[in-house]
Each structure stands twice: as structure tokens, then as C-alpha cells.
């Protein structure tokens, strides 16, 4: 998919340079002062020497993505850091101990969409590691790929299971309330659950976590509900969206994204420290699993395509989702440059919060939790907070 979207940016240039030589392209208004620039660049070449000159350049990025690719398929890898222990599991959701001597459970929720241990990619890069060695007992939702019975799951359905994972959570407690840790959808999840099981949740950090879908982007946001619905009758008697599908979603965000990454990667030092990052979160990016079709048809077309959430249209249990009655202590941490979730769309959600403390570094999405640079910025304000409550 990579490569044929490169290919096509590849033509298309060629084909470009030709009306942007005769000036018959009709620039975007953002782009009427570069586009004139340009054309006054290109007013003293001909046809000829343009067209090489594009071919040149687009042969040369091709062949740096395709040497990063390959750069990246011979990588020797490290083993993955061992996987904690299970000490509950309902069909194929687990909740996996990060430090089973401790005694500050904290319930940490990933999103539906791909694994998540990306919140445990390596041993240097695990924000779950971290926060065990301030003190914390990290448990984290692992949701697997849907079996059988996953795959006829809404996201009351999924709900259902948080509860019960919250509920083995204040036991481990002694039957106190524990802080809820969740990262992008499951920042949203987390919400719900706080929504509806408010006795058991002590404090609530939400990680780029999606709200109001239509504050940045709507267009996009009604694209995905477009896709979705034009997808349903196949989703549907799959069970589950394929993992190739999704993959397709999050590319479409960034389409040139890969051949960046790629051709950047082919000059990286493969014995460097960025070098076994960027190899670690490529081999989770492409480790990707399905997602249930009724639960993903609800978030694209409900969230993404209604706004239900922002709306107050999201019920659960036939109660509304509604953060401002959420009455406990939280943070929100939003990320700058995030491109998957834009941080209009998760400010939202902090405005609606009565007791919320913001945080916005200057990171992408996936950079928050991964990232070298995050732990004075992310990391430690994060163990500060979900380790103050309840004091």
C-alpha cells in the first residue's frame, strides 16, 4: 500500500510539472503565494528539463524509501520485554499486573484499535515499567484480538468487560476507588466508565483522548463515517473490520508519512538508539489487530460521522456520557503535533471536565508514550497525579 501510493506521487509529479509550467493548475488559496513562486521558477526552463528534474527527484525518494524498508526488514531485533502476568481474563480481554507486589493499582485502558503494548514497547521506552518503579501497580487492559464472542461486540458490550476489569481493580485495592489511566479511544472508554461506575474511579488521566470529533476536521471525521458505512455489509458478515482496513484509515491521515519515515530511516545509524526505537514502533504499527464490526461501525459512524459524544448523544445503560458530571480529580494530557487525534478534538473534552489540570507537550500522538523525551514532561506529572489520588 506504502509503495503504491509513493509510485502515485511519483507519476502524478511528472505529470504536474507539465501544467504547473503553463500555469493551468488551479491552486488552493493557502497555496496562491508558494504556487506563484514557483511558476516564476519554472518560467525560465523548459518542459524538458523539468520533467527530468522531477523524475530525478522522485526516482531518488523512492529509492531511499525502499533501501529504509529494506534497511528496516533485515533490522536485528531485540526480544520484546517479557510479558507480566494475567490475573483476570473474560474471552480474549486480560488484565496483565505490571508490579504484583504493589499496592497502588491503577486501571490502565489502551484503545480497541492495534495492540497494547504499545504503552510497553521496549524496555527503555515502557511508560507501564515507569510507572511501576515510582510506586504504582499498573494493570492493563489487554483486548486482544476478538474471538467469537467478541466479534458481536457494541461498545456497551466492551463497557461491560471495563467494569468487571475496574471491579478486580478495587479489589486488589481493598475496595477503594483507583485511578483510571486511558490512552486515545480508551481515553474515551475511560470516560464512560467513570460515567457510569463513578464510586470505583479515584482520579482520571486521559492521554489524547477523542471527544468532540467535528472541533478539527470535520470533513475527515465524516470520511471515516462515509468509509465505514460504505464498508458495513462486509464488515458485518466478517465480524470485524480487517486489520488491512484500518491500516488504510490511519494512512490516509498522512499519506507521504511512509515514505518520509522510510527514506529517513536509511540514513539512521543502525546501531543508534533511534534506530531500535523506530524499528520497535514500525513492528508494533504493522502488528495490528481486527476490530469488532459492530464496535468500530459505532465509533466511526456514532463518534466520528454523529458526534454523539460532544452532542451528549453517547448513552450507556440509557444514561448520557456526560464528562461535567464527572466529579473527580483529572488530567489531560494533549499532545501538539498530534495528527490522530487533533487537539481541538481532545480539548473539548478537558472544557467539559469540572476537576481537570491540562498538560500539551509538544509531541504527536504516538511520541507521548514512546518518546525518549517524554518522561520529564509526560511521564513523571503523569506518576505524580494517578500516584496523589487517593492520597
Not at 538508539?273 to 523506530?278: C, Q, T, W
Request: glycine share 8%; charged share 20%.
Amino acid at each position: 500500500m506504502h509503495c503504491l501510493i509513493a509510485t502515485s506521487f511519483y507519476t502524478s509529479s511528472i505529470a504536474a510539472c507539465v501544467a504547473s509550467k503553463n500555469g493551468s493548475i488551479s491552486w488552493a488559496p493557502a497555496l496562491q503565494e508558494r504556487a506563484k513562486a514557483l511558476e516564476s521558477d519554472l518560467a525560465s526552463h523548459s518542459i524538458e528539463d523539468i520533467r527530468k528534474a522531477v523524475d530525478a527527484q522522485g526516482r531518488a525518494l523512492l529509492g531511499a524509501m525502499l533501501d529504509g524498508i529494506q534497511a528496516w526488514r533485515g533490522f536485528p531485533r531485540q526480544p520484546r520485554p517479557a510479558e507480566p502476568p494475567s490475573i483476570w481474563r473474560e474471552g480474549t480481554t486480560r488484565l496483565l499486573d505490571y508490579a504484583p507486589q504493589g499496592d497502588r493499582p491503577v486501571l490502565v485502558i489502551p484503545s480497541l484499535i492495534n495492540r497494547a503494548y504499545i504503552l510497553d514497547l521496549t524496555e527503555e521506552g515502557s511508560l507501564l515499567r515507569f510507572l511501576a518503579a515510582q510506586g504504582l501497580r499498573p494493570l492493563l487492559v489487554d483486548w486482544g484480538a476478538p474471538g467469537p464472542i467478541e466479534r458481536g461486540f457494541d461498545i456497551a458490550a466492551y463497557m461491560l468487560r471495563l467494569r468487571k476489569a475496574l471491579l478486580r481493580a478495587n479489589a486488589i485495592a481493598e475496595g477503594k476507588p483507583v485511578p483510571v489511566l486511558g490512552y486515545c479511544m480508551g481515553g474515551t472508554l475511560a470516560v464512560g466508565l467513570a460515567a457510569q461506575a463513578g464510586a470505583g474511579v479515584a482520579s482520571l488521566a486521559l492521554m489524547a483522548a477523542p471527544w468532540d470529533f467535528h472541533a478539527d476536521r470535520p470533513e475527515q471525521a465524516r470520511a471515516v463515517a462515509a468509509f465505514a458505512s460504505l464498508h458495513a455489509p462486509l464488515w458485518t458478515a466478517l465480524g470485524e473490520v480487517p486489520v488491512d482496513m484500518l491500516q488504510g484509515c490511519f494512512a490516509a491521515l498522512d499519506p507521504f508519512l511512509a515514505v518520509r519515515k522510510f527514506a529517513r530511516f536509511a540514513t539512521v545509524d543502525p546501531a543508534s538508539p533511534s534506530a531500535r526505537a523506530f524499528v520497535a514502533l514500525e513492528d508494533w504499527l504493522n502488528d495490528g489487530v481486527p476490530m469488532a464490526a459492530p464496535a468500530a461501525l459505532e465509533a466511526m459512524t456514532g463518534w466520528y460521522g454523529a458526534n454523539r459524544p460532544a452532542l451528549l448523544a453517547w448513552r450507556l445503560g440509557g444514561e448520557v456520557v456526560d464528562p461535567a458530571r464527572i466529579d473527580v480529580p483529572a488530567l489531560a494530557l494533549i499532545p501538539a503535533a498530534d495528527r490522530i487525534v487533533p487537539p481541538e478534538t481532545a480539548l473539548a473534552l478537558a472544557r467539559s471536565l469540572p476537576r481537570v489540570q491540562v498538560i500539551r507537550p509538544g509531541s504527536g500522538h504516538i511520541g507521548m508514550v514512546v518518546g525518549r523525551g517524554m518522561r520529564e514532561t509526560v511521564w513523571q506529572p503523569l506518576a505524580s497525579f494517578l500516584g496523589r489520588y487517593p492520597g
